[in-house]
Nanobody
Framework: QVRLVESGGGLVQPGGSVKLSCEAF????????VAWFRQAPGKEREAVSA????????YYADSVKGRFTISGINLSNAVYLEMNNLKPEETAVYYC?????????????????????WGQGTQVTVSS
């Protein structure tokens, strides 16, 4: 069945970097969109970044722009999120999600209801 599997999380020092991966099983991502969300304890889920592979477009929350990079690789059915210069307040469970790509995706990529497949999440803890 369809699964999205995140990996790469863990404990990182403030200012450090991690690279998350999202592997897809049971579906191909080339004509879909993939997004990364994060949710800290007691807070609402927040869209972090997204990629529309069919259009080659990427999107970032203002708070992470310039520090995070999302990419889709050609050699496997996966999407990565490189996170640099991490801040303690970015401690959260990071989820990947996939949905059908539509023409107006850039206007609503932050809307979690647009994604029909979700991974289990990977914990990222930023602490000294």
């Amino acid at each position: 069945q369809v699964r999205l599997v995140e990996s790469g999380g863990g404990l990182v020092q403030p200012g450090g970097s991690v690279k998350l991966s999202c592997e897809a099983f049971g579906l191909t991502l080339h004509s879909r969109s993939v997004a990364w969300f994060r949710q800290a304890p007691g807070k609402e889920r927040e869209a972090v970044s997204a990629i529309s592979r069919s259009a080659g477009s990427t999107y970032y929350a203002d708070s992470v722009k310039g520090r995070f990079t999302i990419s889709g690789i050609n050699l496997s059915n996966a999407v990565y999120l490189e996170m640099n210069n991490l801040k303690p307040e970015e401690t959260a469970v990071y989820y990947c999600a996939s949905g059908r790509r539509v023409a107006s995706y850039g206007a609503y990529w932050r809307d979690s209801s647009r994604y029909n497949y979700w991974g289990q999440g990977t914990q990222v803890t930023v602490s000294s």
